[in-house]
């Protein structure tokens, strides 16, 4: 854990009690910096910051202790502010708390043991702080990677949901459409809900025609109930209201709400990487998309169109189950010695989905097609054809075009 503390200061007497008061008395596991004044306080903590604990002083002659605090804080947001000062005003105290935040104010002159027990406090606050956040980032992370397994893992599924933020992130830019945290997640997370569907929903749901109602039902379904299980989480409850409208998405307005176009760019994102991995080129993908969405505009689909899915001149080796790696990309199905399918071609593989493999016996023995690149070169591109050709390619459909239109 970060201990390095920083005294801003515009006496350099002061400055070099307190270092020494620090030195003798904190450990050599903290660093001490000191600076006089904010401009060499801001340039500090670019050459040697972050700092856990900042010291500055209220009264200096440019630039304040709240305005000092102000503009480091942009820079360190988790560190622990302290003020010296040796103005009694109760107007000034305030004034440091509510727009400085300080978590605690010395007096001058100040004793050793006093500032040295303040350092502690303030550090510990620090450590406090950082481990608070860590913990819910990880949490949340942890979870958006635990439904991102729900939705991937069983199997026939064409879905990807790392490829899925990718898309709707290069979707938005293309269209200049601004995108908030929640959107990012929701690419990952909105079809949660597959994993609530019963067996035979969910082979229906991979075998029926994207434009007949059926689909179109089961899709809905899905959104609503990823809906209703994201609700539950705090602060997910914008993205809850979000996925309802997926399923009635149907065109792009400049004017219209956030909701509704980030709506737009989720359902098309997932209907063009669904369809693209189970093996439908640009032009078929495309023209499936405007049955599905009839009222899509023209800017949208050419803009859908040059989404870059990944697959252009692919490049195959062969591997053994246990030379297999997080992120690799199986050519095709992956079957075990029953012939089911185990994980779809087309989708990174991750931890889990390797593990199974690993110890499924009827699986351990044989070697597994990876695309190893998307290098545009003749070999490469002669190898991937070759394999379609000799029907290697479980589908025998065409391999997916990049945007010059090659296979």
């Not at 229906?204 to 025609?209: A, C, K, S, W």
């Not at 023209?298 to 591997?319: F, G, K």
Request: with cysteine; charged share 25%.
């Amino acid at each position: 854990m970060l201990k390095k503390v920083l005294f801003v200061d515009d006496d350099p007497i002061l400055l070099r009690y307190l270092e020494g008061a620090a030195n003798a008395n904190l450990g050599s596991e903290f660093e001490i910096v000191t600076a006089e004044g904010c401009k060499p306080a801001l340039e500090a903590t670019d050459a040697s910051g972050p700092f856990s604990v900042v010291v500055v002083d209220m009264q200096m002659p440019d630039v304040n202790g709240i305005e000092t605090i102000g503009y480091l804080r942009r820079k360190m947001p988790n560190a622990t502010f302290m003020m010296l000062t040796a103005n009694k005003d109760l107007q000034t105290a305030v004034q440091a708390v509510n727009d400085g935040r300080v978590f605690r104010f010395l007096s001058k002159p100040c004793p050793p043991e006093d500032l040295v027990t303040a350092l502690h406090a303030a550090q510990a606050e620090y450590q406090s702080t950082v481990s608070a956040k860590d913990m819910l980032s990880g949490t949340i992370s942890g979870t958006l990677d635990l439904m991102a397994d729900l939705i991937e893992m069983p199997d026939g599924r064409h879905i990807d949901t790392g490829r899925m933020l990718e898309s709707v992130n290069e979707l938005a830019k293309s269209m200049s459409i601004d995108l908030g945290w929640e959107e990012r997640i929701a690419a990952r997370v909105f079809l949660v809900g597959i994993a609530m569907l019963s067996p035979q929903e969910t082979e229906l749901f991979e075998r029926l025609d994207p434009c007949s109602d059926e689909h179109k039902r089961l899709f809905a379904r899905i959104c609503s109930v990823s809906a209703g299980l994201l609700k539950k989480i705090p602060r997910f409850d914008w993205i809850g209201d979000l996925l309802r409208l997926v399923p009635k998405a149907e065109r792009y307005q400049e004017s219209g709400s956030r909701e509704d176009t980030s709506a737009l760019l989720l359902r098309v994102v997932f209907y063009w990487n669904y369809l693209t991995m189970k093996g439908m080129c640009v032009e078929a993908a495309s023209a499936t998309i405007r049955r599905i969405m009839p009222e899509l505009s023209d800017r949208m689909v050419s803009a859908v169109e040059s989404l870059n899915d990944n697959r252009d001149a692919l490049c195959v080796q062969t591997l053994s189950i246990q030379d297999l790696q997080v992120g690799m990309i199986p050519f095709r199905d992956i079957k075990n010695g029953q012939g089911c399918n185990v994980i779809a071609g087309g989708r990174p593989l991750t931890r889990p989905m390797i593990e199974n493999m690993q110890n499924d016996p009827t699986l351990s023995r044989y070697d597994v097609a990876i695309v190893s690149s998307s290098i545009s070169n003749t070999r490469c591109e002669t190898e991937a054809l070759s394999f379609a050709l000799a029907g290697d390619r479980p589908d025998r459909r065409p391999l997916p075009r990049n945007r010059n239109g090659r296979c």
